[in-house]
């Protein structure tokens, strides 16, 4: 599955589904008589029916209330020739954003999602190796809130979220789905103007994550932001358009490590990333088929060479995961931490050899 960053720039596609609900409908509701008149129901059923409705507006009081509170801490972000979303990290004026929407631009326009007017900002740091970016504001607009992260080891399959943004220029946005799947690992192209990071422990959403919606937030029914929407899912049958309800948000765990260290330090100075400390390429066999990765640099003292790697080795297993390729390696290692010991195995003049590797840092 190929993914795509979600730009403003990039032409949406939309696809029409239409699925069978009444004959659906009419199939459950033959287990009980498809039939049967209001006079005929048990007082259970009967109390079911009238519950129906007050919760769906106990669950729309609940969406409208998040809506509210969460939307003064989104912005839209507007560069030369892209646009995208924003997140309020702090009352300083510090916004969390991509750093695919950023790209290598250093002032942007900002506007808060609940409208105004647009004022500057300035790119404190980028770093393109987890897709995230932190700016800061010249001045912070009246009404503008720092959003409340919530902990990401509470997200979990099933939970209704909602995902805040600037979709196609469409300010102050907001759409809704489940949380699809968590600890995705996905790696980001870069055409259309993609980092080609390999993020590790994304939420999969079913939110509509479109063009323009990166940065933005994803969001609990607590009002807490989970992720940063990130990526869309592209679907090669549709030449290679966004698939619908496949979307991925950065967790707001790895969101506030990169963060804060930007806001206190104007940099990422620990990155948690797990890296063998090599320079490599995909190796191809006579069949054009890729079969390994071969180490171009590994420099001395980094993790690679102290387990005794060097140039010219081709890497074909880090642990259990198989390696063909650039982005099957660093796939394997967004999974991993730093000082993890992991076995490594590789072929060395048509021999093949293991080395046990204390991972390095990115």
């Known amino acids: 599955m190929d993914v795509s960053p979600a730009r403003a720039r990039d032409r949406a596609r939309t696809r029409r589904v239409l699925l069978p609900l009444a004959a659906g409908a009419c199939a459950v509701a033959l287990t009980g008589g498809c039939s049967a008149a209001d006079g005929d129901l048990s007082a259970p059923e009967r109390s079911t029916q009238a519950a129906a409705p007050l919760a769906a507006n ?26 995208g979303s924003g997140v309020v990290y702090d009352a300083k004026g510090h916004v ?15 506007t808060a999602a609940t409208g105004g007017q647009p004022v500057t900002a300035r790119l404190v740091f980028s770093y393109p190796e987890q897709d995230l970016a932190v700016l800061k504001l010249d001045s912070v607009p009246r009404g503008l809130k720092a959003a409340k992260f919530g902990d990401s080891t509470g997200v979990d399959m099933g939970q209704i979220v909602l995902a805040m943004g600037s979709p196609l220029g469409l300010s102050g946005s907001v759409t809704q789905g489940i949380v699809s799947a968590t600890g995705r690992t996905v790696s980001e192209g870069r055409a259309g103007g993609g980092t080609g990071a390999t993020i590790g422990n994304m939420v999969q959403t079913s939110a509509a994550i479109n063009p323009g919606n990166s940065g933005g937030a994803l969001v609990n029914l607590d009002g807490e932001v989970i992720g940063i929407p990130t990526l869309a899912a592209t679907d090669p049958e549709l030449g290679g358009g966004s698939a619908p309800g496949i979307g991925f948000a950065i967790p707001a765990s ?15 100075t620990d990155s948690g990333r797990a890296a063998l400390n090599i320079t490599g390429r995909t190796v191809l066999d006579d069949g054009y088929k890729p079969t390994g990765v071969a180490v171009v640099e590994a420099p001395a003292g980094g993790a690679a060479a102290k387990a005794g790697l060097r140039p010219g080795d081709v890497i074909t297993r880090l642990g259990d995961a198989e390696i063909t390729t650039i982005t099957s390696l660093s796939e394997a290692l967004a999974s991993m931490k730093p000082g993890d010991v992991v076995t490594v195995g590789y072929v060395r003049d048509g021999a093949t050899h293991q080395a046990k590797v204390t991972l390095g840092e990115m």
């Open 58 to 83: 106990e669950l729309q009081d609940d969406y409208r209330t998040v809506i509210r509170n969460v939307l003064p801490s989104v912005v839209q972000i507007e560069a030369t020739n892209s646009l």
């Open 254 to 268: 790895m969101v506030r490590t990169i963060a804060d260290q930007i806001v206190k330090n104007g940099k990422v």
């Open 96 to 110: 969390v954003t991509n750093a695919h929407v950023v790209g290598q631009e250093k002032s942007f326009k900002v």
